[in-house]
């Protein structure tokens, strides 16, 4: 028991140096917390990418799919579909993407053969990563629609 009556003694002879140290240390604890709880309070907003988007074939369901999807995640470009000005609008970052949907593209994709998109991008961005990301992920959630389709007339 004597010891805690000397720790004790101790605190209460130190008691303003102690009540300084704890008041700075709340100070600076609710301090650090109001400013992180504002700076991550901002609210994320999605940066849309610059996109010019041709369709070499007759509009289809999947094509304007496509499209309405991609326009939900990007800004569509309007471009005269010219070599020389998508250049220019690539050169000058006008537009981040080129895609174009060629001929019989939808066909061969229904048909489960392997239907390649025209895409055109500067080279090593994240905008163009993103874009291809979109677009795959798009195409594979198509794949398995027609797979499941597939399978369930299989069965009936």
């Given at each position: 028991?004597?010891?805690f009556?000397?720790?004790?003694?101790?605190i209460?002879?130190?008691?303003?140096?102690?009540?300084?140290?704890?008041?700075?240390?709340?100070?600076?604890?609710?301090?650090?917390?109001?400013?992180?709880?504002?700076?991550?309070?901002?609210?994320?907003?999605?940066?849309?990418?610059?996109?010019?988007?041709?369709?070499?074939?007759?509009?289809?369901d999947?094509?304007?799919?496509?499209?309405?999807?991609?326009?939900?995640?990007?800004?569509?470009?309007?471009?005269?579909?010219?070599?020389?000005?998508?250049?220019?609008?690539?050169?000058?970052?006008?537009?981040?993407?080129?895609?174009?949907?060629?001929?019989?593209?939808?066909?061969?994709?229904?048909?489960?053969?392997?239907?390649?998109?025209?895409?055109?991008?500067?080279?090593?961005?994240?905008?163009?990563?993103?874009?291809?990301?979109?677009?795959?992920?798009?195409?594979?959630?198509?794949?398995?629609?027609?797979?499941?389709?597939?399978?369930?007339?299989?069965?009936?």
């Open positions: 028991m004597q010891v009556r000397v720790y004790f003694k101790i209460k002879k130190n008691l303003p140096q102690l009540l300084i140290y704890i008041a700075v240390f709340v100070t600076l604890n609710t301090a650090l917390v109001k400013f992180t709880a504002q700076s991550t309070a901002a609210d994320f907003t999605d940066t849309k990418v610059n996109l010019a988007f041709f369709c070499d074939e007759e509009q289809t999947f094509t304007n799919g496509l499209k309405a999807f991609l326009s939900q995640h990007a800004k569509m470009v309007k471009l005269k579909d010219k070599k020389e000005v998508l250049q220019d609008a690539l050169f000058f970052q006008d537009v981040s993407y080129i895609l174009r949907i060629p001929l019989g593209f939808t066909e061969d994709f229904l048909h489960g053969m392997d239907a390649q998109l025209q895409k055109t991008s500067i080279p090593n961005t994240a905008s163009a990563i993103h874009l291809d990301t979109l677009i795959n992920r798009y195409l594979s959630t198509a794949r398995l629609y027609l797979k499941s389709t597939a399978a369930s007339h299989n069965r009936n």
